[in-house]
């Protein structure tokens, strides 16, 4: 049936720069037809203040558009970069605390500021 997709989630700013194709090569090979990308990705998209950056991605995504793979492009809501919530409200998990972990998914539930940035990203894309 063409209106079943079977899709993974793929990570690609975890992965070493040459691997693209060998990722995308697996993918075909064990049938994947849909490809979740880009949201846990803000400091990626943004690495600096009004700085966007998308040619990292559109890379992934011709890639996975030559060799027949959909996407499904997420934005960025929930990764909000530390940096974003300096000065706010502290209801977020700080890197300086919690590790690694909280540079992929920060958060703030009260922050005006990273409400608002929310929706800087998706906006310039």
């Known amino acids: 049936m063409e209106t079943i997709l079977y899709g993974v989630a793929y990570y690609p700013e975890y992965m070493p720069y040459d ?28 690495p600096r203040d009004g700085d966007f950056q998308f040619a990292w991605m559109q890379r992934i995504l011709d890639r996975l ?18 940096l974003a919530l300096q000065g706010t409200s502290r209801n977020c998990r700080d890197p300086q605390r ?9 958060f703030s539930f009260v922050s005006l500021v990273a409400t608002a940035g929310l929706l800087r990203a998706p906006t310039e894309l």
């Open 98 to 106: 919690h590790g690694a972990s909280a540079q992929r998914s920060l």
């Open 65 to 82: 558009h030559a060799a027949g793979i959909k996407a499904i492009l997420g934005t960025p809501t929930y990764s909000i970069p530390y």
């Open 19 to 46: 691997r693209l194709d060998k990722d995308v090569e697996l993918m075909q090979k064990a049938g994947i037809t849909v490809v979740r990308v880009g949201e846990s990705t803000w400091s990626s998209w943004e």
